[in-house]
């Protein structure tokens, strides 16, 4: 029984190890996953930006379109205070479970998202334009996945824009 929670650990402790040892990833790498180029003006692509930003939930801060910055927020959650925290039976069983016996009240404070989009004309003749997106808050790490959401709900934002003309 010791035996294997002996092995069990040893091998927790060298897969974190092996984790912890992943390098982060380079600017480059970053900047190419926050970095997207569209057969459009710049016009056409700081519109449709408005747009994506206003349909997932974001309001626009700044707007300078001659330097082609956007700059959005976003607040997620709300501030809740309860009390009386023995009528939610979860967090009673966990106060049991653990052993605490704290009754204070509980506050939920709401976490800001912030987001800055840069565009830049890269050629005229044809349209090619680079959209570039950072998003910051909190502690909260951004995933690929993010970003390809981000950018599909941008596609789908410049061919609506598009049909509409």
């Not at 002996?6 to 092996?18: D, E, H, P, T, W």
């Not at 605490?100 to 939920?108: C, G």
């Not at 349209?127 to 790490?141: I, P, T, Y």
Request: aromatic fraction near 10%; proline fraction near 2%.
């Amino acid at each position: 029984m010791n035996k294997n929670l002996f092995l069990a650990l040893s091998i927790g402790v060298i897969l974190n190890g092996c984790a912890s040892m992943m390098p982060e990833r380079t600017t480059a790498v970053k900047r190419a996953t926050e970095t997207k180029e569209y057969d459009v003006s710049t016009k056409e692509l700081i519109t449709a930006s408005i747009g994506t930003f206003q349909d997932l939930g974001y309001i626009i801060d700044v707007l300078n379109a001659e330097f082609g910055l956007i700059t959005a927020s976003k607040t997620q959650g709300t501030t809740t205070t309860r009390t009386n925290l023995e009528e939610d039976p979860f967090e009673a069983f966990f106060r049991a479970l653990t052993g605490i016996e704290d009754n204070s009240d509980v506050i939920i404070s709401p976490l800001t998202l912030s987001a800055t989009i840069t565009v830049k004309e890269i050629s005229t003749d044809p349209f090619v334009s680079s959209l570039r997106v950072n998003f910051e808050g909190g502690d909260r790490k951004f995933s690929d996945l993010f970003f390809k959401s981000f950018f599909a709900a941008l596609d789908k934002s410049l061919f609506l824009d598009q049909t509409i003309d």
